[in-house]
């Protein structure tokens, strides 16, 4: 056991090199710390992954430390601060180290001591080649306030209760299992229409390039019909890039319900849509649908019309046009230049939080306050609205999580020291978990309005106002209504709260009529039966 005190500053610490002390005194000092130290039930939540205050982690240099007792996670920059208010003194220790891997002659990572020591429940870091760095977790025992460490594992001179509380705080599940990207995911259901498709014997065979849609001459955004070979444009989008919508009048003339984007097969597989079911889908026979026509999955790359890599690949969808395809972006860091990983369903979260944040009124309330909400938060912080409120807008406002990638000016410190992997970007997967309890929309996986999460976190706001300041005022105005009978001519106004500028459009205004109207019945029978909405394109 080892004193390192001097990681917090602690006077007469005497770091790394710390007194040893025996099995016995190690049982002496944890005996008046015994009762509250808790073995986690099966109802207990162990955030052994993300500080209640910050997006710290065990990948973060400080590490992060776990209450032995509530099994709520703390930076090293806030444990003091939960050891001051609930008097808890032991803590778990957690730190994963990142070394880049030592160089064969041949100039490839060895083998050797590959991730020899992991236990934690983590995510390798997303910026950094699995095959190039090793990760090895660390673990110990801390008492507070002298700071005294106990290296993991000790079964030896632990006691019994200590070693199976330790044990399983270790091997417990992140409370965000249900969460995971793994599960999120929009998985694509098979097209009940793949294993009996019918394809017709007609003689067509597509070519590897030089794509025309059959009914105009657009020469991107094209769909291969998987019956009949047609290969016709898609549907026109809002920045006038597209198609013109043959592939869907030939879906409503013919029947033939489905069309694989050309463009977009490679080996792996294909962008495949059911007109008839309305919604992108895997075909598990793509590859001898494809055959049928002529093409050979295993030699097609993913590339518009045949466009070489050198050349300029259209933007034919609204994603693209968003996420700027085929545009040099230059990488942005700093404070207001940090971005939240999508958890697989919840861009409508992000968007909405990143607005929000972008006004004064809210850094003011919430990353102003820092200080005074995050002393006063309840002895469970990660049930409280302000301060995960807080704890979102400092990282996405401070710069701390979005920092440029260190380049080392000497190559022997890369070899010899811990690679310090710089976080880009935070997960709000604790801020999701809370504010979306008992919403039975926001809390499921499934796509979500972004105006329905604004006008439900304006609620939240509201209720969890601090003192008389309430930001949501910024977004507060009335709507007056004016009513007239047609016979008397008598007039009624009538006032009310609104926090929304609502644009409506005329259904004569829509080209698309009868999808729309069509989309609204299927909307109702989706809300009916709680089944996510496909998408829709106005034009």
């Given at each position: 056991m080892q004193r390192r005190g001097a990681l917090f500053g602690v006077p007469g610490a005497s770091g790394s090199g710390g007194r040893k002390m025996a099995a016995?005194?190690?049982?002496?000092?944890?005996?008046?710390?015994?009762?509250?130290?808790?073995?986690?039930?099966?109802?207990?939540?162990?955030?052994?992954?993300?500080?209640?205050?910050?997006?710290?982690?065990?990948?973060?240099?400080?590490?992060?430390?776990?209450?032995?007792?509530?099994?709520?996670?703390?930076?090293?920059?806030?444990?003091?601060?939960?050891?001051?208010?609930?008097?808890?003194?032991?803590?778990?220790?957690?730190?994963?180290?990142?070394?880049?891997?030592?160089?064969?002659?041949?100039?490839?990572?060895?083998?050797?001591?590959?991730?020899s020591k992991i236990f934690l429940d983590l995510d390798t870091d997303d910026d950094l080649n699995s095959d190039d760095y090793e990760y090895e977790d660390e673990a110990k025992l801390v008492i507070?306030?002298?700071?005294?460490?106990?290296?993991?594992?000790?079964?030896?001179?632990?006691?019994a209760l200590v070693t199976i509380a330790c044990d399983a705080v270790l091997s417990s599940k992140s409370p965000y299992r249900k969460q995971d990207p793994d599960t999120w995911e929009n998985e694509l259901p098979v097209s009940k229409y793949a294993n009996n498709l019918t394809q017709l014997d007609n003689g067509v065979r597509i070519p590897p390039s030089g794509w025309k849609c059959a009914r105009c001459d657009l020469r991107e955004n094209l769909w291969?019909?998987?019956?009949?070979?047609?290969?016709?444009?898609?549907?026109?989008?809002?920045?006038?890039s597209g198609g013109n919508g043959h592939a869907l009048e030939?879906?409503?003339?013919?029947?033939?319900?489905?069309?694989?984007?050309?463009?977009?097969?490679?080996?792996?597989?294909?962008?495949?849509?059911?007109?008839?079911?309305?919604?992108?889908?895997?075909?598990?026979?793509?590859?001898?649908?494809?055959?049928?026509?002529?093409?050979?999955?295993?030699?097609?790359?993913?590339?518009?019309?045949?466009?070489?890599?050198?050349?300029?690949?259209?933007?034919?969808?609204?994603?693209?046009?968003?996420?700027?395809?085929?545009?040099?972006?230059k990488p942005m860091y700093g404070p207001g230049y940090t971005g939240l990983k999508n958890l697989g369903n919840s861009?409508?979260?992000?968007?909405?939080?990143?607005?929000?944040?972008?006004?004064?009124?809210?850094?003011?309330?919430?990353?102003?306050?820092?200080?005074?909400?995050?002393?006063?938060?309840?002895?469970?912080?990660?049930?409280?609205?302000?301060?995960?409120?807080t704890k979102l807008g400092h990282g996405l406002l401070s710069g701390q999580y979005s920092k440029p990638p260190v380049k080392s000016e000497l190559i022997e410190q890369v070899m010899k020291e811990d690679h310090k992997p710089q976080q880009n970007g935070i997960s709000p997967r604790m801020f999701k978990a809370f504010v979306s309890k008992s919403h039975p929309e926001f809390s499921s996986n499934r796509q979500q309005d972004a105006q329905e999460f604004f006008l439900h976190l304006v609620n939240l706001v509201e209720r969890n106002r601090i003192g008389s300041e309430n930001p949501s005022d910024v977004f507060r105005f009335l709507v007056e209504e004016r009513i007239q009978?047609?016979?008397?001519?008598?007039?009624?106004?009538?006032?009310?709260?609104?926090?929304?500028?609502?644009?409506?459009?005329?259904?004569?205004?829509?080209?698309?009529?009868?999808?729309?109207?069509?989309?609204?019945?299927?909307?109702?029978?989706?809300?009916?039966?709680?089944?996510?909405?496909?998408?829709?394109?106005?034009?």
């Open positions: 016995g005194d190690i049982g002496e000092l944890l005996v008046p710390h015994m009762p509250t130290i808790r073995v986690p039930r099966s109802g207990d939540r162990v955030y052994k992954n993300e500080c209640a205050f910050s997006y710290d982690s065990p990948n973060s240099e400080g590490g992060l430390y776990v209450c032995m007792n509530t099994f709520l996670a703390f930076g090293r920059e806030h444990v003091e601060r939960h050891f001051r208010k609930t008097g808890q003194s032991v803590y778990m220790h957690l730190k994963r180290h990142v070394r880049e891997k030592v160089k064969g002659a041949s100039g490839g990572a060895l083998p050797k001591r590959r991730n507070f306030p002298d700071h005294y460490e106990i290296a993991l594992p000790n079964i030896e001179e632990l006691p291969l019909n998987l019956t009949d070979g047609s290969v016709l444009c898609g549907k026109w989008f809002f920045d006038s030939h879906y409503r003339d013919m029947g033939y319900p489905l069309a694989v984007k050309l463009g977009t097969i490679t080996p792996d597989g294909a962008d495949v849509y059911s007109f008839q079911e309305e919604e992108p889908v895997l075909d598990p026979h793509l590859a001898k649908h494809l055959a049928h026509f002529g093409i050979d999955m295993l030699h097609m790359h993913g590339t518009e019309n045949g466009l070489r890599d050198n050349d300029i690949k259209p933007r034919v969808s609204e994603w693209e046009v968003i996420q700027e395809t085929g545009t040099k972006l861009c409508y979260l992000s968007s909405v939080m990143q607005a929000i944040f972008s006004i004064p009124e809210f850094q003011r309330a919430y990353v102003g306050n820092l200080p005074r909400i995050f002393d006063y938060s309840p002895l469970d912080p990660t049930q409280d609205f302000n301060t995960q409120m009978c047609c016979q008397s001519r008598k007039v009624r106004y009538t006032e009310r709260v609104d926090y929304l500028m609502q644009l409506p459009v005329a259904m004569e205004a829509a080209t698309n009529k009868d999808e729309l109207i069509a989309y609204e019945l299927t909307r109702r029978e989706a809300e009916a039966n709680r089944r996510p909405l496909p998408e829709l394109e106005i034009y």
